[in-house]
C-alpha cells in the first residue's frame, strides 16, 4: 500500500511536468464538442425538438471519447517503464510486485477525471445545464471511473506488450471511434439497419444512454445495468489478460 | 554455507527451443568482486536475471544469501539490488528525486540526507536537480548505480556496468566498483571484456555456450590462455591509456 502511494506519486509528478498530455488529451474532444454543438447543433436541434439541450445530449459521447485518448497515455507510461528498465528495478526490490502495476491503474484514474473535469468546465460554458440530484451525479461519476478503469485495463496489455511506443497507442484509435457509431451525437434509430444494428449492441450507447438520463433527471430504466455489465465485463476480461501479461515482464 | 554470497548448482534456462543455459554453477564469497565473463548473447543477463528474482529458472538451484531464489523470492530481495544493462534512471524526475523515490520505496530514514550523501559521492551534486533525462550516458549510469546502493544491500548485481561508456566514464564507474567493495559488499558484475574484469574481479568465470568454462583468479585463469592471446590482450588498455593520456593533455591546456 505505502509503495503504491510513492508510485502513485512518481508518477502523477511525470504528469503535473508535462500538462500538455492532459490539454493533448482534452483537446480533441473539445473541439469536436464545440463542431456539434455549433456546426450540427442547430439541425440537430431542429430534429430532436426544441426542448432539447444539444450540449447535455453529447457530452457524454464527448467524455467516453476523451476517456479512449486518455488512455492512451497510460499504455505510453507503462511501456517507457518496461523499455527503460523501471519495471526491472522495482521488481528486483523488496515491494509488492503489485503495486508497481496499481500505482500506473490509479495513475490512470485521475489523470482521466481531471480531463473529465476541464471537459464539463468547457461544457457549462457553452451552455450545459444539469438539475441532477447528489445521488445522479455520484452515479454519473461511478460509471465515469468503472469506465475509465475497463478500458485502464485494456491499456495495460499493449503498454506492455507492444514492440514501440506507437504500437503501444494505437489500440486506442478504434476506441475513440466508437461514440460516432452510438447514440452519442445522433440517435441510433436514424441509422442505416446494420449500423443501428451495432450501435444498439455496443457498451458506447448504453453508457452514453445512462449518462444522458441521469444528468437530464430522466429514468434509466435497465439500461444503467447494461452499461455497468459491459464496464465489469471489459474490466474483467482485460484484467485476466492484463495480469497475464504482467507476469512475464521482467 | 553462509560463507557464500551468491551459490549457484546445475542452473539450466530455456527461452522455447533455445537452451541459454545448460547447467551453470559457480559461486561467489561474501565481500568478493566476482565477474562474469561472455560475449554477446552467452547468457549473462539471463543469469544476473534469474539470480535477482526477474526471471525463473528452468532446471538447477540458486540462492543469494542463502535464500532460494525460486521459493524465497521476497527474502532475497530484501538482501539485493540489481542494476541491469541499460541505465534504469527515471528521466522526468531529478537525480535527487531518482535517489528519494527508492530511499522511501525501501523504507530508509531520512531519504533527503541519504540523496544528499549519494550525489556527494557520486560526483552529482552540481547535477542535482537537472532532469535525468538530460544527463549524460556517464552521468546516468553513476546515477543507477547510486540508486543500487540505497539501502545497503549485501550483494549488489551489475549488468555490464560499462557498457557504451567512453574511457573516462568507464575509469569512473571502475574507481565507484572498487570503493563499494572495500565497504564489505558482494559484487557480481558481467562483462564482455577480460580488461575489465582484470581490473576489478578477484574471480572471474567465462560463460561460453551455456556453461562455465574457466573460473578462478586472473593469474589462474592467465595461466589457460596461449601465450599469443595474453599479448592481445595486453594491448588494449595501451591503446586506452594513449586515449586517456591525449584527453588529460587537452584538459590541463
Ligand atoms: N525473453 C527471451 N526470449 C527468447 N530468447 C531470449 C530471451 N532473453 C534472452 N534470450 C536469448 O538468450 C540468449 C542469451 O541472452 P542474454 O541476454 O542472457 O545474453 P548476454 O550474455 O547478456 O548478452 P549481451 O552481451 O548481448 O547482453 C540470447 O541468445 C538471447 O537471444
Ligand atoms: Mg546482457
Redesign the interface.
Known sequence: MK?TG??FG?LM??IL??PDTIITVAITPIAIMLMFVYVFGGAMKSSLGDNVNYVNYQLPGVLLMAIASGIAYTAVRMYGDKT???F????????RRSSVLWAHVLTSLAANMITIALIFLVALLLGFRSSAGILSWLAVAGILLLFTLALTWVAVIPGLKAKSMDGASAFSYPLIFLPFLSSAFVPAKTMPVGLRAFAEHQPATSIVDTLRALLNCEPVGNGIWVALAWCVGISAVAWFFAMRAYRRV? | MMENAISVKGLTKSFKDVEVLKGVDFEVRRGEIFALLGSNGAGKTTTV?IL????RQSGGVASVCGFDVEKQP?EV??S???T?Q????????TGR?NLI??A???GVENPAKLADDLLDQFSLTDAANKRAATYSGGMARRLDIA?SLVGAPKVIFLDEPTTGLDPEGRQEVWKTIKALAKGGTTIMLTTQYLEEAEQLAGRIAILHDGRIIANGTLAELKKLFPPAKVEYVEKQPSLEEIFLAIIGQKESA
Do not use: C, W, Y
Open positions: 509503495s510513492i508510485l512518481r509528478r511525470h511536468r508535462s527503460q528498465g523501471m526491472s528495478r522495482f521488481n528486483s526490490m523488496p515491494i521482467k | 536475471n535477482a528474482t526477474l526471471l521476497d530481495r530484501k539485493i539490488s540489481m541491469g541499460f541505465a534504469a534512471v527515471d528521466g522526468i524526475l528525486e523515490l527508492i522511501r520505496l525501501r540508486m
